[in-house]
């Protein structure tokens, strides 16, 4: 169902978001649209990491842009060295560090930024990933946050980005919080970062679906862009 305008605009605000973090089902739904019990919640973000377990090297130290509810780090907690979870919603960053406290996730660190620098893991990070983030802001401020990431990375790291595509415009996901508030991704927006960066392209993985309109299958809305960081031999 198709949200009023004025609601749209309304939880479009700064405000309404960050107040989504103040309880687990308010930030539940900000987070994924519907409402979840924390089991179903956890294992949403187990099948997404399970998708993802051949770009995750084991004993690896883990960085999570965004991280909201910390579910996708509480998933890999028992195979990493150590998962840091950053989130400039204060309120996420708690919910995060109880849910990581009574899922018995003791690898993880949770901590809330002011969203100008990404808090340095010294040593660098063998992962950095961000699902569920650079479509909800623009893509500039998300070019300057890739910047932030690779840097980050070791020789040979891994950054796994979520992008929608253009095609998530005729999808029900834009009738909630209205165009405005989301940002698709070209081939080309892609490309134009990777031209002035030193990451390589390992993988496109497609990650959220529409039924074609001529009943001929499935098109790709959003994908997991796998990016490499050249390990320097």
């Not at 400039?88 to 995060?96: D, E, G, K, S």
């Not at 040979?156 to 253009?166: F, V």
């Not at 940002?183 to 990777?194: A, E, I, K, Q, V």
Request: charged content about 20%; proline content about 6%; aromatic content about 8%.
């Amino acid at each position: 169902m198709k949200l009023p305008a004025p609601v749209r605009k309304l939880l479009r605000t700064r405000i309404v978001w960050t107040l989504s973090g103040l309880t687990y089902p308010t930030a539940a739904y900000a987070t994924k649209g519907r409402l979840l019990t924390q089991s179903q919640y956890l294992g949403i973000c187990r099948d997404d990491m399970s998708r993802l377990a051949k770009h995750l090297p084991p004993h690896a130290t883990i960085l999570e842009f965004g991280c909201g509810l910390g579910g996708h780090l509480i998933a890999v907690d028992g195979s990493v060295d150590l998962g840091v979870g950053v989130d400039i919603n204060r309120f996420f960053v708690r919910l995060a560090r109880k849910m990581a406290f009574h899922a018995g996730a003791f690898h993880l660190r949770f901590v809330s930024y002011d969203g100008a620098r990404v808090p340095i893991i010294p040593g660098g990070v063998d992962v950095a990933l961000a699902i569920g983030v650079f479509e909800r802001i623009p893509r500039s401020l998300a070019l300057n946050y890739l910047d932030q990431l690779s840097e980050q990375l070791k020789p040979g790291g891994r950054l796994l980005i979520h992008l929608l595509t253009e095609r998530a415009h005729e999808t029900t996901l834009f009738d909630r919080l209205g165009s405005e508030a989301y940002t698709p991704w070209s081939p080309s927006d892609m490309n134009d970062w990777l031209e002035r960066s030193d990451m390589l392209v390992e993988e496109v993985i497609p990650w959220g679906f529409r039924p074609r309109s001529d009943g001929s299958g499935l098109s790709t809305v959003a994908e997991i862009h796998v990016l490499a960081k050249p390990d320097g031999s």
